[in-house]
């Protein structure tokens, strides 16, 4: 049973906040993140001593705040729960204090993805089919045929995954730029060093100039714009300065590919810009830092079917001896 811990800033807002609970294994945690709206309805709540309800942000999760325990009641994940008494201590003292947003640092468990895994139909019993193995079918050039997975099985997120180069003008909820951010973080990294810096763009006048560094690409503007720079100075390892920048190279283009998969993931469309100004982008940043790339983000105008791609035995060269 995971307890409450403790309540902190969030990422990229003074006004949200993150609940944090913690189990017996010090890696087992789970977190709920808070907008303004959403701590605003809490704290009224418990100012007052009053039972209520905050509904959150994704329409479906919820928090029941009752008397003698506060309940959270979240979607694909399990029910969290704390003392009210000890809850609304922490929350009341937690809103009389000015924060700072908080630095993406992130632990993987603390990234949860909207992953939904069917369970197995017991009911139902079927012959085995004979399966071809992937590799017998990138050998045979046949296609493979895979089983059927819901809409958020990682591997249907990549198969369906396109570049959107048009974007809505909705508003992208402060949850799902949460797991975009936490994704970059949990990417794969050299030696965990983290040789990267994202920048988060807000400004619409720092959009529009970036549009004019990225070759004049209009969706450069898009909802979210989040700019991936290396920065090979935190990669803390006896190597050549130009073996340190490979390194800081491939841990900021890993962390953009998690963060594009993760907006995939819950619901949002990108476009990967690599075509870029680096002077310019530098410039306009007020960085000293080299950008790798650009990856826009938001809701897709239109959605549109993944584009074909070649043959696995065109990609794959299988080496047997």
């Given at each position: ?19 944090v ?16 709206d ?33 309940q959270f009641?979240?979607?694909?994940r ?5 003392k ?17 947003p ?7 468990k ?33 296609p493979?045929?895979?089983e ?8 249907r ?27 970059a973080?949990?990417?794969p ?13 807000k ?36 190597f ?22 993760a ?40 959605k ?18």
């Open positions: 049973m995971r307890k409450f811990t403790k309540i902190e800033p969030s990422y990229f807002s003074k006004d949200g906040c993150r609940l609970w913690i189990g017996e294994d010090e890696d087992d945690t789970d977190t709920v993140i808070l907008n303004k959403e701590l605003s309805r809490l704290v009224e709540i418990l100012k007052n001593n009053n039972v209520g309800k905050v509904e959150l942000e994704d329409n479906f999760s919820e928090i029941l705040i009752n008397s003698d325990v506060v009641r979240l979607k694909e399990e029910h969290l729960e704390a009210t008494s000890e809850f609304r201590e922490n929350i009341l003292e937690y809103a009389k204090i000015p924060h700072e908080l630095h993406v640092q992130i632990f993987p603390e990234f949860y993805p909207s992953v939904w895994i069917q369970k197995e139909d017991t009911k139902t019993i079927k012959e085995p089919k004979k399966q071809i193995t992937l590799l017998q079918a990138i050998l045979s050039g046949s493979k045929k895979t059927e997975t819901s809409s958020s099985d990682l591997f997120i990549f198969s369906t995954r396109r570049s959107t180069r048009k974007f809505a003008k909705t508003k992208i909820e402060d949850w799902k730029i949460e797991k975009i951010l936490a994704a973080d949990t990417a990294t050299a030696g965990n060093f983290q040789g990267l810096e994202v920048f988060y763009v400004s619409k006048k720092v959009k529009e100039a970036l549009v004019e560094a990225a070759n004049r690409q209009p969706f450069v503007n898009a909802p979210l714009v989040l700019v991936f720079c290396m920065n090979p100075n935190r990669v803390k390892m006896n050549s300065p130009e073996m340190l920048s490979k390194f800081s190279l491939q841990d900021a283009t890993i962390a953009a590919a998690y963060s594009q998969l907006a995939h993931a819950v619901g949002l469309s990108s476009i990967w810009i690599g075509m870029i100004d680096e002077e310019k982008v530098k410039k306009i940043l007020r960085t000293d830092l080299t950008p790798s790339s650009i990856l826009c983000i938001g809701y897709p105008d239109a549109k079917p993944p584009k074909s791609r070649r043959k696995l035995k065109d990609l794959i060269h299988v080496l047997e001896e």
